[in-house]
């Protein structure tokens, strides 16, 4: 996810490492504490490097998998490691990567030819679209003139928060293709600066990261005016996804299946203590947790999948709501079907 390597500074903030699109990557010396009962020799599917680190909240499943020896447990000595977007895509397209969590902008990469599957739901959430506390913008509208021409301040243009603040407005009858001239998206690689747009006035919209929308809306200068883990037109809807490379997939999928499951594994134990997942993660170094409730709020917002509910969510009904929107906007290209009946693939 571009999201995950984009520095940010939050001044009195909960997580100076998450991101102003979900944070500069953490370091790579927490990759030695996790609990493993196996020696190096009895591990079935032997080292595995992740590329997991960072900083991101919402990517606490791998940390805790890694942490509570979850991985080790399903024989994988797992290594986790940082690595952009285009390192993670590349890999998991020659299968040196064989699994990485991602939002739908991997979407894109898997249209033009990087061989992946999706073969999981990871949770909800994680953007939130922000205004001036004063602010009168309304999130659903029967009249697109309320949304015409807005400054909306984003990450990148192209990027993650672009194409959600881009479907909110294609939803309420507003064009988001930029030749149309219907609506401004403004770059902003520090999230705290697109914030200081906001309360200036410089941008009417902040399509940002959690948790800088509750760190915004706590401090009162602003309000959530879309939270994607609730409201339409994205309440329900995995957002973030578990890709695996096709490759490993057809060659080795019983490794592929113990990735997934040690991160299911993770999911629930995280649903059960997210107070001791929390500080886990902070002693780890794997994302600065200031408020710790405001984090835990967060987290369970997200709504991680457990063993015990694998499947009862439609998985692949989501990455086809994705693809349809992202076509709407212009980053897709092909029919939403058959792009999603390539794309996704359940292990069950």
Known sequence: MKKRFLSIVLVGAM???FLAGCGKSAGTDNAASGETTQSQGEYKFGKIDIPALDGSLCGAPIYIAYEKGFFAEEGIDA???AADFETRKIGLNNGNVPFVNGDFQFFSSAEQGIDMKVIGGMHFGCIKLVVRSDSE??????????????KIGVDEVGGTTFQVASVWLEENGVSAKQENGEATFLPYSDGNLELEALYNGDIDVAAIWDPLGDIAESSGKAKVLVDISKDEPFAGKYCCFYYASTKVLNENPDEIKALYNAVLKAQKWITENPDEALDLIAKGNYSEIEDKELAKNLIESYEYETPETVGSHDVKADVLYFAKELKTIGYLVGDPDEFTNKLYQSLN
């Open 15 to 17: 997580i100076t490492s």
């Open 137 to 150: 913008l309304p999130a659903i509208t029967s009249n697109p003139d309320d949304l015409k021409n807005l």
């Open 79 to 81: 290594n986790l490691t």
